[in-house]
């Protein structure tokens, strides 16, 4: 669709600023099932999003029907969303920054690569997992993802920004079986560039991470120095993110309400925002068009920032921190990839003088377990006791609770082997004085 | 949305290269939604989700694929490039396509989407002066009510003769949190009451007024909650909501989706005892205007009242087409999707234990020493190994036989096996309560059900240490 017609039809219908952002994605995934592509799907979205100001209020409206309609459907969306809403303090659209940094993150190598190439991949995986042999008794699935999206953002006052990416993602699972006892194990990987994937290394520790959990049991609840593997860090430190909202704090619904430029974390934690970083997960504006930075959120456990957007910004008497993000029909906050600073230890370094702990590999249930407002949190875990500071026998079905900020307060340290995780957190092992664990 | 006779040729490119079923799915989704924070309109939206998804099946393998341009070219290309991932020769052609006929189950007669936004937003203010008005530390109080309009069409064929549905899905749920505040400690409550029905039946029937204090007073007592116990109790979990421990426990790992490929605790059950004879259960979309039920499910199969478990034995599971071939058995009405950017499978609708004997007020007395969960937040589920995990937003002490202290942060977890044998009591009071499920299909509405009932030995999750 031509934006600029939009523009003329919204300023037309009385709508004194507006901004459009089309968005939309092709993607291929396939998936194997005892040698047989067992599901192929080709998908192909689009979304135009509009928002502008009626009334001096702002309203938004969203069609993925892109025809002759679609112009006046989104015009009268946004009347009716502004005519409704009783919130007078818009910041209305913005201009535009005066700089954007702006990086090609496509790979043309990875479009082009056949995709017999890529199928024949997944095979070679799910034949490494099958080769492995007892106790794998069965592949769950091997899946092949690849998706290319592309943004794009205008206004009514002059400002087009746009986005390109592309990036693979490849899932597999595999079942182990030792008598009466089943144990599943998942893992993935994803970026940009297929040629650099080690099929070897990955089928090899995928089917390693199932047989090490047999014999899992409970162990005695109680409190325990505990070691979270990265992934479930990066579950827990999500939550810390979403509070780190200005507009949650202004409401408040976070743990992090009047917390900006304290401590919040202990002094081993550092935090930094990279929008910047180049790859599958690169943006460099917000939805309201303004460019974004890399930057501190947490320096040596202190809490530099929240995520501001215009609006929050000034009721805070602060800059915007390019976080603004369009959902649900208004303008929120929201932050994109974070990495938090590894250290030069070894995981058998850092746990080397604990004595009685956990490590917990695996948490589900996260998503109903955490009461996001107080950060409290208890859910379902697994993982592994750690003895006089090594890896001891397998732990399932135990819970693990806590409270988010009092995690991060008494972080000990981390190891040195960092993962960008696909859900934009960046981290390693995180070492916590003492958590709950219940079981027996 | 397409005209028959692009149906036709789309149905005839996709089986061009030996695939024995393809399917047509288009939609047309407007929803709307308005939300109110402290009483006040924050936003009020209306969004429109348009597309179509095409999916060829050889034997037990699929190909699928959507787009949101439905013109003839862009239909045709993509009906071709999934085909071309079989190699055959073509089976049949479609050479004429009939309208199904079914019964509608969720009739409606004032419809949402007539009702104006301002209507909705008085109705939303409401709601939320009584949840604002239970205590001065209700910090914040976010009232919302959401309503769709789901056009469907699907097209499919499996013989010279297709059929062509034609379907209306239409829902509406209303949102209430309350966050209550007192010094540093922030607490939480949510209710969301939706049912596939009219205006009057949210403005008339649902007990709006009691949910908006209820939901109000659950943050205000949260506040004074103290920290939930860990070890193994037993647990006593009330009517209606509390039924997400079935559908997470056992529902999931009795989808086809997961017993079809041997994936599931439950794969080999059929026949079995996996329960204890006092249960029973049932998935049934076919309950008028409830949460979870459809005329029809997302393949144009009629929905069914499948009866899961009968007197502790697994009987059925929800089987879609797919996996339906793979067990040899016909599918049954069960398969859902989110929308047309999703292939169907297997799916829960409106899923419940069937109600016992026992009086809930004589299980809660028999209990001498557990947990009384008369709320969740939700869970979820490894159907391959069957373990389990809910969270409690509503939990209390019982000490001799009497409810005492509220508690927070409580989670329970298990295995979907252990859990229904050890099932001893089933009460008399059978009720539903609303969800939104997330599975491969994306999100679908379900409605999850159960009377009283108490299970023997449940791990309990929580940072209050040892149940005195």
Known sequence: MNPNKFFEAAKKAGISASQLHISGSSS?????????????????????????????????????????????????????????????????IFEGSPKYFKKNCFSKELSDTPIEKKI??????????????????????????????????????????????????????????????????????????????????????????????????QCDAGKYPTLLRKNVFADLLGYFLDANSADEVQRNSSFLIGKEGAKVASSKVNIEEIPLLKGPMFTYFDGEGVAKINRKIVDKGVLTTHFYNRETAKKAGKETTGNARLAGGK???????????????????????????????????LGTGMNANSGDFSCQAEGFMIRDGKLAEPLDLITLSGNVLKMLNDVKGFDNEYRMMLGGVGCADALIKGMNIGGK | MISKQLALEVLNAALETGGDYAEIYCENNISEAVSLENGKVESSTRNLSYGCGIRILQGTNSVYGYTSDLSKKSLLALAS??????????????????????????????????????????????????????????????????????????????????????????RG????????????????????????????????????????????????????????????????????????????????SLEASATAKHMSVFSDSIGKQIANPIVSAFDDGTIPN??????????????????????????????????????????????????????PTSRMSNTYI??????????????????????????????????????????????????????KGCTLIGSGKDILMNIDRVGNDLDLGQGNCGAASGMVPVNVGQPTIRVSEITVGGRGGELK
């Not at chain 1, 995981?347 to 917990?360: F, M, N, P, R, S």
Request: net charge negative.
């Open chain 1, 120 to 217: 024949s991949l997944i095979k070679d995986i799910e034949d490494k997992l099958f080769a492995y042999g007892d106790p794998i008794s069965d592949v769950q699935t091997v899946t092949y993802a690849e998706s290319s999206s592309f943004s794009e953002f205008y206004n009514s006052f002059g400002l087009k920004l746009k986005n390109k990416k592309n990036h693979f993602v490849l899932y597999a699972g595999v079942v182990a079986t030792k008598g009466e006892e089943v144990k599943t194990n998942f893992d993935y990987d994803f970026g940009t560039d297929i040629s650099k994937f080690d099929a070897d290394a990955f089928s090899k520790k995928l089917c390693e991470g199932a047989i090490a959990k047999f014999g899992g049991t």
């Open chain 1, 331 to 365: 303008m929120g906050v929201g932050c994109s990839t974070v990495t938090v600073k590894p250290s030069k230890k070894s995981q058998a370094e850092l746990i080397a003088d604990v004595k009685e702990g956990v490590y917990i590999t695996e948490v589900a249930g």
């Open chain 2, 81 to 170: 490039s999934l085909a071309h991932r079989f190699t055959g020769n073509r089976l049949f052609t479609v050479k004429a396509i009939e309208n199904a006929k079914f019964k509608i189950i969720n009739k409606i007669k004032d419809h949402l989407t007539d009702v104006p936004a301002s209507e909705k937003i008085e109705y939303c203010k409401k709601v939320s002066e009584l949840t604002q008005g239970v205590d001065e530390r209700i910090v914040r109080c976010i009232v919302g009510f959401g309503d769709n309009k789901k056009d469907i069409e699907i097209w499919n064929a499996e013989g010279e003769t297709g059929k062509h549905f034609t379907n209306v899905e239409e």
């Open chain 2, 354 to 407: 069937a109600a016992g004997k026992d009086k809930p007020e004589d299980i809660i007395k028999d209990t001498k020493l557990g947990i009384y969960v008369t709320n969740f937040g939700g869970g979820s589920v490894e159907p391959t190994t069957g373990n389990f995990n809910f969270s409690a937003s509503e939990a209390y002490i019982i000490r001799n036989g009497e409810v005492q202290e509220m508690v």
């Open chain 2, 290 to 343: 409830e949460w979870g039920s459809n005329n029809i499910d997302s393949e144009g199969h009629v929905t069914q009242n499948n009866q899961l478990i009968k007197d502790g034995i697994c009987v059925n599971f929800m089987i879609d087409k797919l996996n339906g071939r793979r067990l040899g058995k016909e599918a049954n009405g069960t398969s859902r999707r989110q929308n047309y950017k999703f292939e």
């Open chain 1, 28 to 92: 291929t995934s396939i998936s194997l099932f005892h040698h047989e592509i067992d599901s192929y799907s080709i998908e192909n979205d689009q979304t135009m999003v509009a928002s502008g100001i009626y009334d001096g209020k702002f309203g938004s409206c969203s069609t993925e029907k892109f025809d002759n309609s679609a112009i006046d459907f989104l015009v009268a969306g946004i009347i009716q969303s502004a005519s409704n809403s009783e919130k007078s303090d818009s910041e209305g």
């Open chain 2, 173 to 252: 749920r209303l949102h209430i949190m309350a966050v209550a505040k007192d010094g540093d400690n922030l607490q939480s409550a949510f209710a969301g009451p939706g049912m596939s029905a009219g205006w009057s039946y949210f403005t008339d029937k649902l007990d709006w007024k009691n949910t908006a204090l209820h939901t109000g007073k659950m943050a205000i007592d949260l506040l004074s909650a103290v920290e939930c116990p860990q070890g193994k109790y037993t647990v006593v979990i009330k009517n209606g909501w509390g039924g997400v421990i079935f559908h997470e426990a056992c529902g999931h």
